[in-house]
């Protein structure tokens, strides 16, 4: 069950084959009483609906449900798209492949920080003196842009190859700041002091538990939108946007604040 968490595909081929399993059954049994068009949209039917009750049944999130149930009719479709040329598709998906790579593994999609938050990192930088600034997982690198300079070195690591490379040629035409071709986990982070993430709520506590272990004493981890489960940000900035992006701010110098110390403290 925990592979299927973590690469959430794997549980929905598997409910494919399990609902395609259960089609063939059905369709055996009452392939001599069912006209044959019939038979194809019952299966198509019953494909459709049991794979997206297995997807369920998996406790994979909403949309992994939604895409169980429209897969089968998706590929149907694309099956019968008649005489299209199937290069579109084929450069469509390594397009897709080279933007949204890690998607499916870190679960972090490609959406970006808007101005008032890379303004609020700026006067936060400046607020703490603060020099060296690293943004985990920094998308096409506005963040890392915006915030370089004026002796401040801003830095950012990607690992999806399209847009790494978009962020790479971008930082250095303006010349501001690093972009690196990087996994935000075998990433250094010991002398930066501000990390910056943008993710979703899957990676946050191992995220944490890094900061914690390699950070140094006074710097600050600041997750956009996400806060760490069960541990109580130092500050909490809500920002006058119109997403009312909120800014949780966990400061690196407090040794007893991991979610097992909290748990360990309230049980004794
Ligand atoms: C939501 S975007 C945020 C982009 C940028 N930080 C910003 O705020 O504008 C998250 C980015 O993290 C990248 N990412 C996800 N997992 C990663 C990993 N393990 N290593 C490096 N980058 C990763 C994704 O490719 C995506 O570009």
Known sequence: MNAIRSYPIIGAVIAQLVA???VIAISMGLADRLEP????????????????LVTKFMGLPVWWVWISLCFPSALILALNAGDLPAWPFGAGFVVLYLVFSNTARERVPL???????TDALL?????RGAIRFTD????????????????????????APMVWLVSAVLSKLQGRGQILRQDIWSTDISDEDIVYVFLSPEPMPQLYEKAQREMKP???L??????????EASEIWE????????????????PDCGPDDEAAEQAG
């Open 123 to 127: 006067s936060l930088m400046r607020q």
């Open 218 to 220: 006074g710097s600050l």
């Open 239 to 254: 920002l006058a946007d119109r997403r009312k992006t909120r800014l949780y701010l966990y400061d690196m110098n407090k």
């Open 136 to 159: 985990l997982g920094s998308g096409l690198g506005g963040v890392v842009r915006a915030l370089d300079g004026e002796g401040r070195r801003a830095a950012g690591v990607e690992s």
């Open 20 to 22: 395609g399993v259960i």
């Open 222 to 231: 600041v997750s956009n939108s996400f806060a760490v489960p069960d541990v």
């Open 37 to 52: 068009g019939s038979l194809f949209w019952g299966g198509l039917a019953v494909q459709s609906v049991v794979a997206a």
């Open 111 to 117: 959406y970006l920080s808007n101005r008032p938050t």
